[in-house]
């Protein structure tokens, strides 16, 4: 689970710069995040850890454009 994590990390740093979520593609951050959250988790790419890789993913979208992002501290387990 680990290294599916790690793979799935490294892609969205190398390739996220490079190929996706410019501003011609998603003119809005907080839209990109909302639109990798649920389509990754929605298409369940990966066997194990797709939710927490499409979390991740909408915080790479915030993070770029400097926006804080997603935490869920105050939501009881």
């Known amino acids: ?3 599916n994590h790690k793979t799935a990390i490294e892609f969205m740093v190398d390739a996220v710069p490079t190929y996706g979520l410019t501003t011609p593609v998603i003119q809005n951050p907080v839209e990109s995040a909302f639109f990798l959250w649920v389509n990754l988790a929605y298409l369940q790419p990966f066997d194990d850890g797709t939710k927490r890789t499409s979390r991740l ?3 790479v979208s915030l993070m770029r454009y400097n ?10 387990v």
Do not use: E, G, I, R
């Open 67 to 76: 926006s804080a992002p997603l935490s869920f501290l105050d939501v009881d």
């Open 1 to 3: 689970m680990l290294l």
């Open 57 to 59: 993913a909408a915080n």
